[in-house]
């Protein structure tokens, strides 16, 4: 199976930026997903990186590095309605399954 | 238009009984799936279908039978439902192995 860690919970003020880190252990990478989880509601996808780098999307972005087997998630100029858990999640090989991390519950503090 | 439902949003029911929930996806979607969301919010495949064919089956007791009678609708019945069955049970779906949509959740609660 996959190893996948993430921090368990993170708070950060109104205005600021988190850092989400995600570290896996697979063979066979294809892919990592981040999704955003408010309390009570379903995931929503958030980015998809597949090759190392950074990819932006507004104030949200999430980087990759494969060799190190390692991901971010980067929450830009913070509003309350961030405050939710963010799930890391892995794709291995040509499978349709993602395995999840246990994520991470963010909150965001006037 | 909604993409990725779920029926009921809440299930309560006693240890023992036999349940379904339903699950449709107006998303054209060919491949659709069944998590698993506990106390401890660990989210946890179950089974996925690709064009109505089983993929994946994770190791789930067989009292779980996922149903798929075409592309947009995965069902899930679960008999002799037991405590250890209560959690948050999501459907998703997607396009072969793209991002995965999920449905609003059913809160099963068994008592």
Known sequence: ?110 | DTAVSQTPKYLVTQMGNDKSIKCEQNLGHDTMYWYKQDSKKFLKIMFSYNNKELIINETVPNRFSPKSPDKAHLNLHINSLELGDSAVYFCASSQAADTQYFGPGTRLTVL
């Open chain 1, 1 to 110: 199976g996959q190893n996948i860690d993430q921090p368990t919970e993170m708070t950060a003020t109104e205005g600021a930026i988190v850092q989400i880190n995600c570290t896996y252990q697979t063979s066979g990478f294809n892919g990592l997903f981040w999704y955003q989880q408010h309390a009570g509601e379903a995931p929503t996808f958030l980015s998809y990186n597949v090759l190392d780098g950074l990819e932006e999307k507004g104030r949200f972005s999430s980087f990759l590095s494969r060799s190190k087997g390692y991901s971010y998630l980067l929450l830009k100029e913070l509003q309350m309605k961030d405050s939710a858990s963010y799930l890391c999640a892995v794709r291995v090989g040509g499978d349709y399954k993602l395995s999840f991390g246990a994520g991470t519950t963010v909150t965001v503090r006037a």
